[in-house]
């Protein structure tokens, strides 16, 4: 029987309350180091698994645990996962930039390149102490890593194999989990102070809790701030124009005049290249952050068979960038006969003035993105007898995203301009003051509310002996409510802000799931696991799974699994799918030109449609498989290798626009350019018209209609047919104790064989790897502990990669590998030294010789300059903690 739609999250919420109050029970949430058993009778969590005792059969676990956790010394979650070379954020950007608009509110999890940064959901599914958190964006349906207070963190565990027969959508190219600390007791304090060039970071964190008899309880709080950092800032930030050795961008202050193909500089007039700038110096690079978090966590267990837990969260998070003064980027048409055309021997033509807003409104345009979220999650574990127990959770939480950027509306100087009544070369005139007025009020905007309640119930136990131990299995039932409501626009008035109306989408999702683990002989044991999932929009999946291990000696383990995993279209995107906007991009700010195509003389606008997808949008699919090695050769080391195979279909996203060699070649039917004419551009842009909104205003604002028209663009999400990727990881692990303490070393690495991508279905497999892509990264330590103190170096390597070379590039051929070090030093005072106890100072120096991302002569997403990593430069992180 259906649940009429007004009452769903009612009566889970009401399921939330219930369990809530249900004195005297408890899920415990104590766990072992991964890759190791745990007692049976212990409730855990263990990623990948369901059946408590045992361990991710045939998987590739990656694990972080406190020592890691220390000598990262990382501030935000965020940070922490940009230091596993198999996450996408490794050595890269994070952090929220407002120069992405709403299109990127969350630091999403990433795993194996899958998926895409603008896409609404995540390939990687991301949890905390086992179950799922709520979306938290605003064209993202997904949860954001820093929504946990890195005090509360224990661990962390990364199965890098497809979860969906354990945890359903998502779980594509694995599983993050982030598991909380069961208890604690007493007071500690934590705090850091980081610098690097035109840049602070603060970061400051209590934890208190306490136990006794039948429970305990605890609560973190983090605090984290930083400041901004301009292009300016960093000369390795630079957009120009490679061939002429200037600026990229014309509209500057004092701007310029194009006319009869030719550029003016203004006041003078001299003709050539025109006053050229470089405005990303004025934009930041990285935003400037606020955030608080907090965590809490209440665990009762009187020694019956029953034990309550209650886990909550919250996060508040804002972040502010610059995008730099605001532009007539597109240019202003002054016709001949207006009283300010400016005379210019042998022209008799239309001039288009190009400048920015400087001189009037200054260098600054704001882009605020607040994220809020909370959940809140109680749990039982009923113990049964006979080893077999219930362990039935109910949570609850909500993502509030907004974002607010400051723009310039062009219709209203565009269409003054052209009645004479608006001076762009005199932009303080008085006759300006009321065009002026109407073009301020004008923002991009975007906000969102995603909901989620969820319940689920797991029994498992012990059957009967088999000759390697006891025949474990797991069976749970599963419902997941969500909820998106939103809007967004890039282009409306304050009062517009004020009227728009909300977009929703709802889905209900029931499953139910089950897990045999068979430890066949001593040296031998098969796992296999489903779950059917049945949704209320698209209908059903089920998604198996099956991995073994296979240990013929005590230090050796050979391991393999294979799965189908899948990926639920994104609840923004379904509501959203009527609701893309245009976005005007100047070839100056944004070189997303045709190879072998460049502008012409006011060819230098591109038109793009941004958000809104092609219906309808179909799963996404994906068959993976993966054989490894572990080798415990002699006591301390421990090394091994996976070999992991992904067929991923359908994969849901923007179509390359940010790598314009791939989009032109691989996607025809997305574009027109101007050498088509402009009756076709002005035909396919029609086409998109009927369902993209603000047409009208962004014809209106161009400054000579369809001849100042590069291309018009088709960026609206859909299925992208099909990834095909392999790859290998590494590791080698050795620790030596010594008479002095111990020393060791840590290496790390994945080396992508293939990545094959599929633009449309029509067409072929192309390798990314050849161009544009990092096939190997790593990451190696070596460290020493001496007593109280502890040391260890890091080298973090993104091995470099061909890219297309072209006139616009100085024929570039190749980007250069990047290779970071870190160092780490830490001092704990001994316990019996007074009020110094249990206190300890911390060193972190991150990007210690202060090397510059490798060159890029072009921009990659919104940086100018680089590619191939990102870097704060050479960031001091000092830090103290005390224990009470």
């Not at 923004?572 to 502008?599: H, I």
């Not at 996404?620 to 090695?629: D, V």
């Not at 392999?726 to 064989?753: M, Q």
């Not at 279905?761 to 020493?784: C, E, H, Y």
Request: hydrophobic share 40%; proline share 5%.
């Amino acid at each position: 029987m259906k649940v009429k739609k007004s009452t769903r999250f009612g009566a889970l919420k009401l399921g939330v309350a219930l369990v809530a109050l249900w004195p005297g029970l408890a899920l415990a949430n104590s766990a072992e180091a991964p890759g190791e058993e745990a007692p049976a009778d212990q409730p855990i969590v263990v990623t990948g698994t369901l059946i408590r005792g045992s361990q991710a059969v045939g998987s590739q676990t990656i694990g972080i645990d406190q020592s890691k956790l220390e000598a990262i010394g990382a501030p935000n979650t965020a940070d922490l996962i940009a230091n596993i070379p198999q996450a996408g954020l490794f050595m890269g950007f994070v952090g929220i930039r407002g120069s992405n608009n709403f299109s990127v509110a969350v630091n999403r999890p990433s795993l194996r390149y899958l998926g895409n940064t603008s896409g609404s959901t995540n390939s990687t599914l991301m949890l905390l102490d086992g179950h799922r958190m709520p979306g938290m964006g605003i064209l993202q349906t997904t949860p954001d890593l820093d929504a946990i207070a890195p005090g509360a963190i224990e661990r962390v565990e990364i199965v890098t194999d497809g979860g969906s027969s354990i945890y359903g959508s998502d779980a594509v190219g694995g599983v993050m989990n982030f598991i909380t600390r069961k208890e604690f007791d007493g007071i500690e304090a934590r705090g850091s102070y980081g610098f690097a060039d035109n840049y602070q970071a603060i970061n400051a964190a209590i934890t208190a809790g306490t136990k006794w008899e039948g429970g305990s309880a605890y609560v973190s709080y983090d605090y984290s701030w930083h400041d901004e950092i301009y292009g300016a800032d960093r000369d390795w930030s630079q957009s120009r124009d490679w061939v002429n050795n200037v600026g990229a961008n014309k509209d500057c202050s004092p701007g310029n005049i194009t006319a009869g193909g030719n550029t003016y500089a203004l006041p003078g007039l001299t003709a050539g290249l025109g006053n050229r700038c470089d405005l990303s110096e004025l934009q930041t690079i990285y935003p400037r952050e606020t955030k608080h978090s907090v965590f809490a966590s209440l665990h009762l267990d009187s020694g019956g068979p029953l034990s309550f837990s209650l886990k909550s969260f919250y996060l508040n998070r804002k972040s502010f960038s610059d995008g730099g003064p605001l532009s007539a980027t597109a240019g202003t048409s002054v016709p001949a006969s207006s009283p300010f055309y400016v005379p210019i021997a042998g022209v008799t033509s239309a001039e288009v003035f190009v400048y920015n807003f400087s001189p009037l409104w200054g260098n600054s345009s704001a882009q605020t993105t607040e994220l809020e979220s909370f959940g809140v999650t109680p749990s039982i574990d009923l113990d049964l007898g006979s080893n077999w127990h219930l362990n039935a959770l109910a949570s609850y939480g909500t993502g509030r995203a907004t974002f607010l950027g400051n723009l310039v509306n062009l219709t209203p100087v565009t269409t003054a301009a052209a009645a004479g009544t608006f001076n762009p070369a005199n932009l303080s005139a008085a006759g300006n003051a009321a065009t002026l007025a109407t073009a301020r009020d004008w923002f991009q905007y975007g906000r969102a509310m995603n909901k989620q309640a969820n319940f689920r119930a797991v029994f498992d136990g012990k059957l009967f002996d088999l000759p390697g131990g006891a025949l474990g299995v797991a069976a749970g039932v599963e419902l997941l409510q969500e909820q998106y409501i939103g809007n967004n626009s890039r282009g409306i008035t304050a009062a517009g802000m004020a009227a728009l109306t909300d977009f929703k989408k709802r889905r209900t999702v029931k499953s139910v799931f089950g897990e045999l683990n068979a430890p066949i002989l001593d040296m031998l044991t098969i796992n296999a696991s489903g779950r059917y999932d049945d949704y209320s929009d698209f209908g059903s999946t089920f998604n198996p799974k099956v991995g073994a291990n296979f240990k013929p000696a005590e230090w050796l383990t050979i391991r393999g699994n294979w799965s189908k995993a899948f990926q639920a279209p994104g609840l923004s995107d379904l509501a959203l799918a009527t609701n893309p906007n245009w976005n005007l991009l100047p070839t100056a700010v944004r070189p997303f030109t045709k190879p072998g195509l460049a502008p012409g003389s006011t060819n230098r606008n591109i038109l793009v449609v941004l958000g809104g997808v092609k219906a309808p949008l179909d799963p996404q699919k994906a068959e993976t498989w993966s054989l490894g090695i572990d080798l415990k050769p002699v006591p301390g080391l421990a090394l091994g290798a996976t070999y992991y195979n992904i067929d991923f279909k359908g994969a849901i996203g923007i179509p390359p626009i940010f790598t314009p060699a791939t989009f032109y070649a691989e996607f025809p039917n997305n574009f027109v350019t101007y050498d088509a004419g402009n009756a076709a551009l002005q035909s396919y842009f029609n086409s998109l018209a009927t369902t993209a909104g603000n047409s009208a205003a962004t014809l209106a604002g161009l400054p000579s209609g369809f001849d100042s028209v590069y291309a018009v663009m088709d960026s609206r999400s859909t299925n992208l047919a099909r990834i095909k990727t392999s790859g290998l990881d590494l590791y080698l692990r050795y620790r030596h104790e010594t008479s002095f303490g111990a020393i060791y070393t840590d290496i790390a690495g994945t080396y992508i064989t293939k990545f094959l991508r599929q633009a449309n279905p029509n067409a072929g497999l192309v390798d990314q790897r050849p161009t544009d892509f990092s096939k190997l990264r790593m990451t190696a330590s070596i460290g020493a502990e001496v007593g109280q103190f502890k040391t260890q170096f890091t080298w973090n390597h993104s091995q470099g990669f061909a890219t297309i070379g072209n006139a616009a590039n100085l024929n570039q051929t190749r980007v250069a590998s990047y290779n970071l070090f870190n160092l780490f030093a830490q001092y704990k005072v001994p316990s019996d030294s007074g009020v110094f106890r249990d206190m300890s100072f911390s060193l972190n120096v991150d990007n210690l010789f202060d090397t510059d991302p490798p060159l890029y002569r072009g921009a990659r997403g919104s940086l100018f300059g680089v590619d191939n990593g990102f870097t704060l430069g050479r960031l001091v992180r000092l830090g103290v903690s005390k224990k009470f």
